[in-house]
């Protein structure tokens, strides 16, 4: 059973843009996949369905079998802590720590009041602190996200979704704005990590031969079709 699977997907925007085209992908567990592609080959858009935040206008995603139409209160949120997704923006919580930015990974699909978020469970804590320090963030874990590079925002990022315990990491772009040597590095500790957790990956990457040196599998789109999907080692420079 694939953990992770897409049939024939098509995603038109409210504009009318058509982003997809029944597109097919499936992830076997502990699979890493890459998706290549230039800039508006469809690669976010298949992201966000994968991570459940558009719906499909066309097809279906399924986890371990299970479609997510359909899904409704406990169950939506159950399916949607076992993703963990990682997106260019970051969605960081600026003025706040690192250590409360890697905590919402472990509290956000939790129905806490506000009022009582002060009381965080020693074992959030535990699991919050040590994916930060897989990371190489223990040093910085009372900083500021505002007050960290970029590099190290993107470390912060990663460390939530990980901190989630997920079973599924999706990262679009998670290296876009780093320079080629910081790039390859966050892309290797991401590597690392779902390796050593067995977690079944989705990276959307334009660097290509990162992308052959990490990935699995190679996912080639262009214009909201994919175009190829190969085992990492097949894919030739004439993709
Ligand atoms: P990629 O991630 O490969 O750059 P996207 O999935 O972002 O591609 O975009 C696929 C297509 O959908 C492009 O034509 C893009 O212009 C269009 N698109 C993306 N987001 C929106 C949106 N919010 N509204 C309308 N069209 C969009
Ligand atoms: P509601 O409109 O009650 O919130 P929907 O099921 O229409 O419920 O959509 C809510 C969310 O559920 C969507 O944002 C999307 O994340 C997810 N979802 C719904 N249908 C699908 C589907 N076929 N594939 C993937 N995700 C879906």
Same mark, same amino acid.
């Given at each position: 059973?694939?953990?992770?699977?897409? /049939?024939?997907?098509?995603?038109?925007?409210?504009?009318?843009?058509?982003?997809?085209?029944?597109?097919?992908l499936?992830?076997?567990?502990?699979?890493i996949?890459?998706?290549?592609?230039?800039?508006?080959?469809?690669?976010?858009t298949?992201?966000?369905?994968?991570?459940?935040?558009?719906?499909?206008?066309?097809?279906?995603?399924?986890?371990? %079998?299970?479609?997510?139409?359909?899904?409704?209160?406990?169950?939506?949120?159950?399916r949607?802590?076992?993703? %963990?997704?990682?997106?260019?923006?970051?969605?960081?919580?600026?003025?706040?720590?690192?250590?409360?930015?890697?905590?919402?990974?472990?509290?956000v699909?939790?129905?806490?009041?506000?009022?009582?978020?002060?009381?965080?469970?020693?074992? /959030?804590?535990?699991?919050?602190?040590?994916?930060?320090?897989?990371?190489g963030?223990?040093?910085?874990l009372?900083k500021?996200?505002?007050?960290?590079?970029?590099?190290?925002?993107?470390?912060?990022?990663?460390?939530?979704?990980?901190?989630?315990?997920?079973?599924?990491?999706?990262?679009?772009?998670?290296?876009?704005?780093?320079?080629?040597?910081?790039?390859?590095?966050?892309?290797?500790?991401i590597?690392?990590?779902?390796?050593?957790?067995?977690?079944?990956?989705?990276?959307?990457?334009?660097?290509?031969?990162?992308?052959?040196?990490?990935?699995?599998?190679?996912?080639g789109?262009?214009?909201?079709?994919?175009?190829?999907?190969?085992?990492?080692?097949?894919?030739?420079?004439?993709?």
């Amino acid at each position: 059973l694939p953990r992770l699977e897409a /049939d024939g997907l098509s995603f038109s925007y409210p504009d009318g843009t058509a982003a997809l085209h029944e597109v097919s992908l499936r992830v076997a567990p502990g699979e890493i996949a890459a998706v290549l592609g230039r800039s508006g080959a469809g690669k976010s858009t298949l992201m966000r369905c994968l991570a459940g935040l558009h719906p499909p206008t066309r097809g279906e995603v399924r986890h371990d %079998g299970q479609p997510y139409a359909g899904l409704r209160g406990r169950a939506r949120r159950a399916r949607a802590e076992r993703i %963990g997704l990682v997106f260019q923006e970051f969605q960081l919580v600026e003025r706040a720590t690192v250590l409360s930015n890697v905590l919402i990974g472990r509290l956000v699909y939790q129905p806490l009041l506000p009022s009582l978020l002060h009381l965080v469970r020693r074992a /959030d804590r535990e699991i919050a602190v040590a994916a930060a320090a897989r990371l190489g963030l223990g040093e910085l874990l009372r900083k500021r996200v505002d007050a960290l590079s970029g590099g190290q925002r993107q470390r912060v990022a990663i460390a939530r979704a990980m901190a989630q315990q997920p079973d599924v990491l999706l990262a679009d772009e998670p290296v876009a704005n780093l320079d080629p040597v910081l790039a390859a590095g966050v892309v290797g500790d991401i590597v690392e990590l779902v390796r050593a957790e067995s977690l079944t990956a989705v990276l959307n990457l334009h660097d290509v031969a990162l992308a052959r040196r990490t990935a699995d599998r190679l996912v080639g789109m262009r214009a909201g079709r994919v175009l190829f999907d190969l085992p990492a080692a097949d894919v030739t420079d004439d993709h």
